[in-house]
């Protein structure tokens, strides 16, 4: 089908470019830098133990919804909504899924991009020496001066979203896929070996504690809603990221199999990066709920004091500005790929255009750490109201959405046909999952926000 739409719609050389490429996009950020935060801040162990169910039982499900979506209509995912809408004779208003996906890829990008420049800005500072010998109130004033700095965030800011559009405009086959080959197992190996110098610090046990012995007398709602929707975030789900790099994907390819693979590869990497950052935390008095500065004020430390600290802080930070690469790729190509391929825009003005738009709004996170950090609506400030309105509400609210169309709209025949799993009781499972248990959590996990439960 779609013969015409071939020749502008890219496809990945192989099974191992897509799972290559959905890996870069989950891994990221959200992994390394997001996810130690947000656990300091919501009390530990109970907090992991509910993000690790909603990867399970929530996120894997609706990963695979998404895939499968796309890589039915093997369009965009504003298309993607509008011809499988058509085909299950669905509501028109469900392309609206497909908006809201966009939208939020480009607000998400607009902070991340203004993160990404912090890491960026690190491997000069670790390249300089800066942490050598430094204890934690040296490495403090060292991040605070820095985001204090709107010059300097700025730009980091703008290189990074430069560095971003560079990749984007190549297309798939040139930019995305070689990006992240070499960068997972180099990843990985760095974190085990910042585990390593963990266990020296002497709380290495007092943070395995704190992140995997639960306390639930720490949990709020609002806890709750911030372990889901990391685990929307981390996954890169709700917005249509992996609805397109599933778009990208050949058709004899077992989505399943590769959505545990993804999952997997992105749960180690988060709770390593705990495992390494806590001990760090209790070892120097410092307070789990130091906010987004965490990693930034902890690794430091490590890469000042250890031996080989120096090429490791400078490896390190270079690979947390790659991991968001891959990641920042992915959350702007829904925007590109439907203006491209449905408004005649070159590549190159698509991405002139969009990557524009997410720079200017980027500047409310820069001035939100420095000029304009008193500046509060709802009592937070211009970035954490933009995590919170994307991370907390936009991607479960996508991500029950899509639930609902894989469960309920679509017919069973023409999803089983796409995922041809290798047994029925497995597709018997995933139905269970995104029809009833993964719309029916998010659900409740909104009614208790809002107070009704
Ligand atoms: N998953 C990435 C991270 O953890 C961020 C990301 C990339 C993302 N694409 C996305 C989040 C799409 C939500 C939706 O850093």
């Known amino acids: 089908m779609m013969e015409t739409q071939k020749t502008v719609h890219g496809a990945w050389s192989s099974r191992f470019a897509f799972i290559l490429a959905a890996t870069g996009s989950a891994v990221g950020l959200g992994n390394i830098w997001k996810f130690p ?84 800005a690190y491997v000069f500072k670790a390249f300089a020496g800066s942490f050598f010998d430094a204890d934690a109130k040296e ?56 585990v390593g110098y963990a266990m020296t610090t002497g709380s290495y046990f007092q943070g395995l504690q704190f992140l995997f012995i639960p306390d639930f007398s720490k949990l709020t709602s609002n806890s709750v809603l911030t372990a889901m929707g990391h685990a929307f975030f981390t996954l890169s789900l709700g917005m249509g990221a992996i609805m397109v790099y599933g778009s990208y994907l050949p058709k004899n390819i077992s989505i399943a199999k590769t959505a545990f693979l993804i999952a997997g590869a992105d749960t180690i990497v988060a709770l390593l990066a705990g495992i390494a950052i806590f001990p760090i935390v209790f070892a120097n008095n410092l ?28 490896l390190f930070f270079v690979m947390l500005t790659i991991a968001a690469l891959t990641s920042s790729i992915s959350l702007i190509e829904p925007a590109v790929a439907w203006l491209v391929e449905n408004k005649g825009f070159s590549r190159e003005k698509a991405c002139a255009w969009t990557g524009g738009l997410t720079w200017v709004l980027g500047l409310g996170t820069v001035f939100s750490f420095n000029v304009w950090s008193d500046v509060t609506f709802f009592e937070r400030t211009i970035f954490q109201l933009l995590d919170y309105l994307t991370a907390n509400l936009m991607l479960p609210i ?25 047994t029925q009781a497995g597709y018997d499972a995933w139905k269970l999952l995104i029809s009833y248990v993964a719309p029916a959590a998010v659900f409740f996990v909104f009614l208790h926000v809002v107070g009704v439960l």
């Not at 995912?77 to 058509?86: G, V």
């Not at 990843?187 to 085990?192: A, D, G, K, R, S």
């Not at 991500?399 to 046909?417: D, N, R």
Request: aromatic content about 12%; overall charge negative; glycine content about 12%.
């Open 139 to 194: 490495i403090k004033t060292i991040f605070n001066n820095f985001v204090g700095s709107p010059i300097q965030l700025i730009f980091w800011h703008s290189l990074f979203m430069l560095a971003t559009m560079l990749i984007v405009v190549r297309g798939i086959n040139n930019g995305l896929e070689k990006a992240t080959q070499y960068l997972m197992p180099s990843l990985f190996v760095l974190m085990f070996l910042l």
């Open 398 to 422: 996508g991500g029950f959405c899509i639930a609902i169309f894989a469960g309920w709209m679509m017919k069973s025949q023409h999803s089983a046909e796409e995922l041809d799993m290798p």
């Open 37 to 120: 935060y947000i656990t300091g801040e919501n009390g530990g162990g109970a907090f992991v133990l509910v993000y690790l169910f909603c990867v399970l039982l929530i996120g894997i499900p609706i990963m695979i919804a998404e895939t499968m979506l796309g890589r039915r209509s093997q369009r965009n995912p504003i298309e993607t909504m509008q011809i499988l809408t058509e085909e299950a004779g669905a509501d028109k208003n469900w392309h609206y899924l497909g908006w809201m996906g966009v939208i939020a890829g480009l607000l998400i990008l607009s902070y991340y991009s203004v993160i990404a420049g912090w890491a960026s």
């Open 287 to 314: 307070h789990p709920n130091s906010g987004p500065g965490l990693i930034f004020e902890t690794l430091p430390i490590a890469f000042g004091s250890m031996t080989g600290g120096w090429l490791m802080g400078i």
